[in-house]
C-alpha cells in the first residue's frame, strides 16, 4: 500500500484514492462519501470521520464488507493487511480456530471478524467464543464496530501527516 500524505489525499483524483479507500474498507457507499467530504481538515478529522461512517454500515454492507476479510488463523496470499493483523496467531491454535470458525460460521452464517491487531491466537479465540452466545443482530453489530476499528487501523496507515 502507498501511503499518501494529507494534502495529497485531499487533491488527488479520487479515481486515485478509490482503490487505497477500497483496501481499507470494501464499501462503495463508504469510498464515495469518505471521497466526497474532503478536503479534511486535519488527519484526526479525516480519521474521525470516515471511522464513523464506517461504523454505521447496513446489513448488506457489512456482509460484502466481510467478503475481503480472510477468516481468523487463515492467510490470504496478496491481502495488504491481515497478515500483519493477523500476527499473534500461531499455527498451534491452528486446528481449534478452524473447529471455532466452522461453529461461529454455522451459528450467524459469515465469517468470524475481529479488529485481531496486537492480540495473541488464544485470545481471538476467547472472544470468538464468547459472542457466540450473541444473537445474530446483536453479533452483526459487533461485527460492525470491528469492522470500524480495523478501518481506522488501516487508514492511520494509508493517510499520513507529511
Known amino acids: 500500500m502507498h501511503a499518501v500524505n494529507l494534502n495529497r489525499f485531499n487533491s488527488a483524483p479520487a479515481d486515485d484514492l478509490r482503490p487505497l479507500l477500497a483496501d481499507c474498507l ?3 457507499r ?3 462519501t469518505v471521497l466526497t467530504e474532503r478536503p479534511y481538515a486535519s488527519r484526526e478529522a479525516f480519521i474521525e470521520s470516515a471511522g464513523a461512517l464506517a461504523a454505521d454500515l447496513t446489513a448488506d454492507e457489512i456482509h460484502a464488507a466481510m467478503a475481503g476479510h480472510p477468516r481468523i488463523g487463515e492467510r490470504r496470499t496478496g491481502d495488504r493487511f491481515s497478515s500483519a493483523e493477523q500476527s499473534g496467531v500461531d499455527a498451534s491454535l491452528a ?3 478452524r473447529t471455532a470458525n466452522e461453529r461461529y460460521e454455522q451459528r450467524f452464517g459469515h465469517i468470524y471478524l475481529v479488529f485481531a491487531s496486537g492480540r495473541s491466537g ?3 479465540l476467547a472472544i470468538l467464543q464468547s459472542r457466540l452466545d450473541n444473537d445474530p443482530s446483536a453479533e452483526l453489530r459487533v461485527v460492525n464496530a470491528e469492522l470500524a476499528k480495523i478501518t481506522i487501523l488501516r487508514l492511520r496507515k ?3 501527516d507529511e
Open 122 to 124: 488464544e485470545e481471538l
Open 30 to 32: 463508504w469510498v464515495d
Open 26 to 28: 470494501s464499501v462503495p
Open 95 to 97: 486446528d481449534r480456530l
Open 158 to 160: 494509508l493517510v499520513t
